[in-house]
């Protein structure tokens, strides 16, 4: 399956959230999650857009819980969506220890703080999620759904809709990575 995604920049947080809220009917799931992201000592991984990713997830009421994630290299160069395959871990500290044993390098680790919200949209399913990342200034919505490749046009199509909707501007989408932002960030 492809995570058909989208993100934009978040100029007025609070209306988004507003708009969110009433779409989904109720609050946000607030969640902190702590992303360290391996590759090889060569960085084929990067070099060909591809992601694997352990995720830390923290809750509200002391909910925690590890996914690891595989992420393949873009299908859709606009949006950049990727083929994803992810599973709950039950032992992270033992996830990262197999994947050093199996040579791959911690190359960046770094904190999101989301609101998560689901709803629909016709027939799909949507996680909408506000994000903040402490190291980088500013707010991003990130609007998903799991499609096909042969009905991927028509899931970014509704998740633009919806971000729209929700009142992102056409020129606030982007492409640009949370790992990026957060390496030049600490270049300085």
């Given at each position: 399956m492809i995570e058909a995604e989208r993100k934009a920049v978040v100029r007025e947080p609070v209306r988004v959230r507003a708009a969110l809220e009433e779409r989904s009917g109720g609050e946000g799931l607030s969640e902190v999650y702590r992303d360290t992201y391996y590759d090889t000592p060569g960085r084929e991984?990067?070099?060909d857009g591809r992601e694997l990713r352990v995720r830390m997830v923290r809750g509200g009421g002391g909910r925690r819980r590890t996914v690891l994630t595989y992420k393949g290299s873009a299908v859709d160069a606009a949006t950049g969506s990727k083929p994803e395959t992810e599973t709950v871990v039950d032992?992270?500290?033992?996830?990262?220890?197999?994947?050093?044993a199996l040579g791959y390098e911690a190359v960046i680790e770094f904190e999101k703080r989301c609101l998560n919200y689901r709803f629909g949209s016709g027939v799909w399913e949507l996680l909408a999620t506000l994000v903040e990342v402490p190291e980088v200034a500013g707010s991003w919505l990130e609007v998903e759904t799991m499609a096909t490749e042969e009905r991927l046009d028509e899931a970014l199509a509704v998740v633009r809709d919806v971000m729209l909707a929700l009142g992102v501007g056409d020129g606030d989408f982007t492409t640009e990575l949370y790992t990026d932002a957060v390496a030049a960030a600490r270049r300085g």
């Open positions: 991984l990067e070099r032992d992270s500290e033992a996830m990262h220890g197999v994947l050093r």
